[in-house]
């Protein structure tokens, strides 16, 4: 039987500030209290409040768009609390927020969580502010607060693979990649992981006219071309039905070459070619589960640097890119950073 979830009131937030510090103080004693989020979605995706709980997290309160989507989807999510509005989350006995909207939804919320003192998270790269980007991870590094944004390449096997070999291929020449998601948050994908294989983008090209090559394979035309820190050229080919893990992507260095097709990686250097498969994802959200583990880390160990994945310095480095990649589209020619 699915129980009717209470609605929570507004109520004075120097309450809400004393049981976060209460909170604190007991979680020195007892290690294994979870942690207390609060979820803010658009109902875009019904599982989300199971992969919070998979990852240690107490799921207490839901805010929705409007009041009774707040208790219909609380309810449904087996949520107790629901909200009418944000002043009633923010107000509540919770340490961190999971925003899974849209902006500029997302940039109001997040940005008064951390006003608040509470640990961020961003279900996906969906926030596209840079103002805001760069004020929750201001609040937060003053407060002491994580600022997390789930990105499935941050907790797919066969990237943390390469980047933490990457270096042994020696000085990197060329990477490519075949079949990379589209759209502003599959962009945001790619562009991490070549930034965390390749290092800083310095330049960038989205103008077919202006690209080093035109295709990749017959029918994998370059829509985005990169200019890395590392001396190594970013060949990038995009699809409608492309994702990370099954896209074809090949990194070139002086000293051998590495490619990557899902969970298997092979490599091809003096000592001939060798292949490896990775272990499967746990969850059909992997960049949400992992990006929760940091949060509950962060706040069982009070120690904001055991954040390992993705922050809002990443996604702000990235949507940066993206926005001269929207230049060059539109002026011709490559853009540097």
Avoid: K
């Amino acid at each position: 039987m699915t129980t009717l979830p209470e609605m929570v009131p507004p109520r004075d937030p120097v309450l809400s500030v004393s049981w976060r510090e209460q909170r604190r103080t007991h979680r020195r004693r007892q290690p294994d209290l979870p942690l207390a989020m609060a979820l803010v979605t658009d109902g875009s995706d019904s599982t989300t409040a199971g992969v919070l709980r998979e990852a240690g997290v107490d799921v207490v309160g839901l805010l929705a768009p409007e009041p009774l989507e707040s208790l219909a989807w609380a309810a449904e999510a087996g949520v107790p609390r629901a909200y009418a509005d944000p002043i009633a989350m923010l107000s509540d006995d919770i340490e961190a927020v999971c925003v899974e909207t849209r902006p500029p939804g997302s940039d109001i919320i997040a940005r008064r969580s951390a006003e608040v003192g509470l640990h961020v998270l961003l279900a996906g790269p969906a926030s596209a502010e840079a103002e805001t980007l760069r004020a929750v991870a201001d609040l937060a590094e003053e407060g002491d607060l994580a600022h997390v944004v789930a990105l499935d390449g941050r907790a797919w096997p066969a990237a943390t693979h390469v980047a933490a070999t990457v270096s042994s291929l020696g000085r990197l020449t060329q990477m490519t990649v075949v079949g990379a998601p589209t759209g502003p948050n599959g962009r945001v994908e790619i562009v991490d992981l070549i930034m965390r294989w390749c290092g800083e983008v310095l330049a960038v090209c989205a103008d077919p006219a202006a690209m080093p090559a035109p295709t990749l394979t017959p029918d994998a035309p370059v829509t985005l071309a990169l200019l890395t820190s590392s001396g190594a050229t970013v060949l990038v080919n995009e699809r409608m039905n492309g994702h990370l893990d099954t896209a074809t992507i090949t990194v070139c260095g002086e000293a051998g070459r590495v490619v990557v097709q899902g969970r298997r990686i092979r490599r091809q250097d003096v000592d001939g070619v060798r292949d490896l498969v990775m272990p499967a994802a746990a969850t059909a959200r992997p960049g949400l589960m992992e990006a929760t583990y940091d949060v509950v880390r962060v706040t069982e160990l009070d120690d904001t640097r055991l954040v390992r994945g993705a922050t809002f310095h990443d996604l702000l480095a990235a949507n940066r890119l993206i926005a001269a990649a929207g230049t060059s589209q539109r002026r011709g020619g490559w853009v540097e950073l």
